[in-house]
């Protein structure tokens, strides 16, 4: 192999690495906030199933999307669209907490709100950028529309 070849090479393994490790540290995560296997996630009171709360955490963790939207998280959890609202509604209070969920900003009344973990959501300036990493300038987020 050449030496240029070697070097690109290393230079994607860098870059992806961290993809790679967020994407297998996500999923882990989902699972074990979906079962209750996790310490240190605490849900917030509230007259709502706990395993309700625990299935759209586990959709918010999803490392296929960035951001997710009300009717994504109902069609993944097979809850009712209300249902969802007012577990995201009551999470988005969470303050603190590694529940506490994030409604992005830049999204109009005539949009879809997008939501995701405070854990997850985008730098400043990626949100500044409306979603989008400065190391992703052109690529949109991933959000589930459909």
Known sequence: MSVRMKLGLNFLLLIGR????DYIRL???????LRDQIEGWPLPAA???PDFVRA?????LDPAFDLRTEAG?????KL???????????????????CQVWVAPWTRGDEL???TLVSRRPSFLATLLQGRSPARLFAKPVVDRK
């Not at 961290?18 to 490790?21: G, L, P, T």
């Not at 999923?27 to 906030?33: A, D, G, I």
């Not at 759209?56 to 918010?60: E, G, I, K």
């Not at 998280?73 to 959890?77: G, Q, Y």
């Open 73 to 77: 998280i109902a069609r993944t959890t």
């Open 18 to 21: 961290n993809r790679i490790v």
């Open 27 to 33: 999923t882990l995560l989902q699972e074990l906030v």
């Open 47 to 49: 007259d709502i199933r």
């Open 80 to 98: 009712d669209a209300s249902i969802v609202r007012e577990i995201l509604d009551t999470l988005a209070g969470a303050a603190g907490a590694r």
């Open 56 to 60: 759209v955490l586990a959709a918010l």
């Open 113 to 115: 709100s997008l939501y």
